[in-house]
Every structure is written in C-alpha cells, then in structure tokens.
C-alpha cells in the first residue's frame, strides 16, 4: 500500500503539537520525519544508543531491510524530544527506545507505528493514506522541497539511483501546475 508524506509545514507544527504530551509518541514522530530511516530501523533503537548524545553525533546502524550500513545523526529536534522522554520516562540503558507492553525485550510493531500515524492524521483532519513509512517520506519530501538534490536524497535512502527515489517519493499534480505557471 503507498503512503503520502506530509506536505504541510503547519501539519507537521499540528502533529508536534497533537504530541506534546505524548513523550515517546513525540520522539517517535520526530525521529522519523527527521531521519530518513525506515521504522524498523527505528524500532531497533536502544535507550543507551540515543543517551549523552550530543547535536551532531553519528549512531552507526545496519539496516534491516538491505543489511547496508546507515547512520542516524542527533540534531536539535532529535535532541530535544530524546531528552524530554527521557525525563518522563526515565527507561534503562538496555530497553527499547518504542518498547512494547510485552516487555522491555521487545519493541512496537511497525503495524502498530502505522495505526498511530493514522490516528494522528486523522486527529489533525489530514486528508490521504498515511502509515508508518510516511515519516520517512515526510523526511524526504521536505528535504526535497528545500533544494536538496535527487543524489543526496537518493544516497541517504540507500536507493541504487536517483530514478528509484523520484519514483518512490512521486510528484502531486500541484507541482505540475506550479510550473505551468511559470514565465519563460
């Protein structure tokens, strides 16, 4: 099933926001729309790997999915929304970062991500399908809408060409009309 990406800065200030009292909901949603990694990638993470991380520290990750090796970078948000659950939460070094009600040695399901992204997009009346691998989307289509280039989008998705990421991330049909708008 394909996925959307949110488009809309103010959705994304409205998920934030929807999120504020929602700790480690909040992390999760920041980490994704701020990574470019696959949720289950995500899901992987271990409180210890994310502790004392200052902004601008490489985790080193192997992905799931392709078995290649990835990094996440701690930025400000990631940062921030890592701290402030872990202020609420206060979890061990060895937990899960998105711990299952299982138990400390499993983590959520990337089903379960998907049915929160949903209801969170239905809470902020957002039209369209979204699910778990819409915050890698968001990630990419935001960075994309800033001038990023189609290789360095296509490198930090681990896709084999730029082609496989225009195709994966899709054009809306407002971005043809804008341009036929334009003068020449």
Request: hydrophobic letters at 35%; glycine letters at 6%; proline letters at 3%.
């Amino acid at each position: 099933m394909k996925v959307d990406p949110i488009t809309e800065a103010k959705d994304i200030k409205s998920i934030k926001k929807l999120l504020m009292d929602k700790p480690r909901d909040r992390l999760l949603f920041i980490l994704g729309i701020n990574s470019g990694l696959r949720v289950q990638d995500l899901l992987s993470l271990k409180v210890g790997q994310l502790m004392e991380r200052k902004i601008g520290d490489r985790i080193s990750l192997r992905e799931k999915k392709t078995g290649k090796d990835n990094i996440l970078m701690i930025n400000k948000e990631i940062k921030k929304a890592f701290q402030d659950y872990y202020d609420a939460i206060n979890p061990e070094e060895h937990h899960y970062i998105f711990k299952s009600r299982k138990g400390e040695n499993y983590p959520i399901t990337t089903y379960r991500v998907t049915r929160l992204v949903k209801s969170w997009a239905k809470q902020i009346n957002l039209r369209g399908n979204y699910g778990a691998h819409t915050l890698r989307k968001t990630w990419t289509y935001q960075n994309r809408m800033k001038g990023v280039s189609w290789e360095v989008l296509s490198r930090r998705l681990n896709h084999s060409s730029p082609s496989i990421t225009r195709r994966y991330i899709g054009l809306r049909q407002e971005e043809v009309e804008d341009a036929l708008m334009n003068d020449i």
